[in-house]
């Protein structure tokens, strides 16, 4: 599959070459893009689950043999697999997150698991989970047994501020970007569709919510994070302080020690504005983001603005954006960009990667410059994520 000059997805690649793997999560399964160092020619595997929901595909960097994948699936139910052979077997989890079992019966069961993170380098084997509804889970042997991380799982305030299944995202609200710190295992964020951005000083044994100037819908409660939707949250690698959030009502950045995020959509030009779901930030440049912006009207048709779909990027911290949509389609595209589907390499220049809501895989050599189609008509895309190889 080609467009602009793009060579071919196709089934053989010099073994000489490494480079780098796109990891694609869709609505029917998951597949693994294998490129070379010069990201001209890839090799394609999959689909692996066809027909199972695989909400997550991510590549532990500690030993970059390690898969993880979140599933749900028709049979099993919600559960994660995990290949320590780049993909070609796997396992399901022995135990995978699943809520503690109420005392008189009902309670909440996991509906999916949403979100994957690796721990920290100092922890080889550690692992989070996000689930929907909103769950915490950590596994301390590479994925195979999950138990809930913290108390927010079972806390009153907590399940308060979560709400109910009924509530928010369409396919079920969700805890996902949980991050940690590279300079400390104890230091770990976590946002909630709904529910507010959270953060840990103390490795999980407590939370505090983080919401500081962040807006809600017109006529809710600014003070209580219930009402709060952060759709993406990313840390930047050059500059753990500070923080990126695309969020239901804005583009923002948090520089810390302070605990007041700022709003720095309100530069992006009023006709798109700054609503969308998925944000990707520079690997050696904090100044440096990009954003993928949907229609935001009160409607929420989730679809490109005007269908005409474009990256918007920033190099001064949010002063000033910047459209990127050169190869992309000029109009008529109705589709967007989920949150969890947009990625980064860290070659010189970057390399940009996104799936679609259409099922197609869009890639950029040179940092959103100039696009072009790595894959068609795959099913919807759930998540994309890049990692050296």
């Not at 199972?52 to 699936?73: E, F, G, M, N």
């Not at 006709?271 to 912006?293: L, S, T, Y």
Request: charged residues 20%.
């Amino acid at each position: 599959m080609t467009h602009h000059g793009e060579k071919p997805a196709s089934e053989t690649m010099p073994s000489s070459d490494r480079g780098m793997v796109i990891l694609v999560a869709t609505r029917k399964g998951a597949w693994l893009y294998h490129g070379d160092a010069r990201r001209e020619n890839w090799r394609v595997d999959g689909p692996h689950f066809l027909g199972h929901a695989i909400h997550h595909l991510v590549l532990d960097p500690r030993d970059r043999r390690t898969l993880l994948a979140a599933a749900k699936t028709g049979h099993l139910g919600p559960t994660v697999f995990r290949s320590t052979d780049f993909g070609r077997s796997w396992q399901e989890a022995a135990r995978p997150p699943a809520f503690a079992k109420a005392p008189e019966g009902g309670g909440r069961a996991v509906d999916h698991t949403f979100w994957l993170t690796p721990g920290h380098a100092r922890e080889p084997d550690t692992w989070y989970a996000g689930t929907s509804p909103q769950g915490l889970f950590r596994s301390e042997d590479g994925g195979q047994t999950w138990d809930p991380f913290s108390h927010i799982n079972d806390d009153a305030q907590y399940r308060a501020w979560m709400g109910t299944v009924q509530d928010g995202t369409p396919d079920g609200p969700k805890l996902h970007s949980i991050i940690v710190d590279p300079r400390d295992p104890a230091h770990l964020y976590f946002g909630m569709s709904g529910g507010g951005v959270h953060e840990s000083l103390d490795g999980g044994k407590t939370f505090a919510p983080l919401v500081k100037g962040l807006e809600v819908v017109e006529g809710f409660d600014v003070a209580d994070p219930a009402f709060h939707d952060p759709h993406c949250l990313r840390m930047c690698p050059t500059d753990p302080d500070r923080l990126y959030q695309q969020n239901h009502c804005g583009i923002y950045r948090l520089d810390r020690p302070s605990d007041t995020w700022r709003r720095i959509g309100k530069a992006m030009p009023k006709e798109v504005g700054d609503i969308g779901f998925p944000m990707v930030v520079h690997p050696r440049n904090a100044q440096v983001a990009w954003v993928f912006p949907m229609d935001g009207q009160s409607v929420w048709p989730r679809v490109s603005p005007d269908g005409k779909p474009a990256a918007y990027v920033t190099r001064d911290g949010g002063e000033t954006w910047q459209r990127l949509a050169a190869g992309l389609p000029a109009t008529q595209a109705w589709w967007t960009v989920k949150r969890q589907a947009m990625g980064a390499d860290a070659a010189d220049p970057v390399g940009l990667y996104f799936g679609t809501t259409g099922g197609e895989l869009w890639m950029s050599r040179d940092e959103g410059a100039q696009w072009s189609c790595l894959a068609r008509h795959l099913p919807e895309i759930y998540a994309v994520e890049v990692a050296a190889t």
